[in-house]
């Protein structure tokens, strides 16, 4: 069965502290990974994707096809990078993005 | 326009009623989707619609019914709903599989169901 799983509900840190959010998947095919961001009181939107490589706002994810994960991670957490976020997967080869999403981590960045 | 548009942004209605969700995008995308979320849980498909014909309908009961009239607009019509379908809805739309973000979703800000 397809499934993403975010194993914490919510992580607390403070300003300066490094971050790593945990993703892991099942998926039988080949995956393409995502992690969103829902701020607050705006709407979700992209952050990465595991096939661009990039680093967005200073986060980082490797897809680790060996421990089915992509955990997504910051040096330096900023009170700004508080936020909701989603790891979520879809068929690498997929005409639509039917996306399965994890049950979200929300990250606190305290001053 | 890299937006995704959601009207209304608040819709209130009974049990008897029947409303529309709309939603619109410009960037050239041909595939929409509807997704609902409940408060503090991820999105949950409910259907695709792929060069305006319906790919994925999740089992989403009858009472919700989906249009794609173009390639720019994305309809939810609803009618006879539960309390329990009280939720933000939202629209979101990726671009053609040849431009390589097939998989790239763009979501709506959502329209917030209320349902009495």
């Known amino acids: 069965a397809q499934r993403v799983t975010q194993p914490e509900k919510l992580l607390s840190v403070f300003k300066g502290a490094p971050v790593e959010l945990k993703c892991n998947y099942s998926?039988?095919?080949?995956?393409?990974l995502f992690w969103y961001v829902q701020y607050s009181r705006q709407r979700l939107q992209l952050l990465l994707r595991?096939?661009s490589r990039e680093s967005i706002k200073g986060f980082t994810a490797d897809l680790n096809k060996g421990e089915t994960s992509f955990h997504l991670k910051k040096p330096f957490a900023q009170e700004e990078d508080s936020a909701m976020y989603y790891c979520?997967?879809?068929?690498?080869?997929?005409?639509?993005?039917?996306?399965?999403f994890g049950q979200g981590t929300t990250l606190q960045v305290k001053p | 326009d890299t937006e995704v548009t959601q009207t209304p942004k608040h819709l209130v209605m009974g049990m008897t009623n029947k409303k529309s969700l709309k939603c619109e995008q410009h960037?050239?995308?041909?595939?929409m989707y509807w997704y609902k979320q409940k408060a503090k849980k991820p999105p949950e498909l409910m259907f695709v619609?792929?060069?305006?014909?319906?790919?994925i309908n999740e089992s989403v009961p009858s009472r919700f019914s989906p249009e794609c009239p173009n390639s720019s607009l994305l309809n939810l019509h609803l009618h006879a709903l539960q309390p329990e379908d009280s939720a933000l809805y939202l629209c979101?739309?990726?671009?053609?599989?040849?431009?390589?973000?097939?998989?790239?979703?763009?979501f709506g800000a959502g329209s917030r169901l209320t349902v009495l």
């Open positions: 960037m050239g995308h041909r595939a």
């Open positions: 619609y792929s060069y305006e014909k319906l790919s």
């Open positions: 979101a739309s990726s671009p053609p599989r040849n431009s390589g973000g097939a998989n790239v979703l763009t």
């Open positions: 595991h096939i």
């Open positions: 998926y039988s095919g080949s995956p393409e």
């Open positions: 979520a997967l879809s068929h690498g080869s997929s005409n639509t993005g039917k996306l399965i």
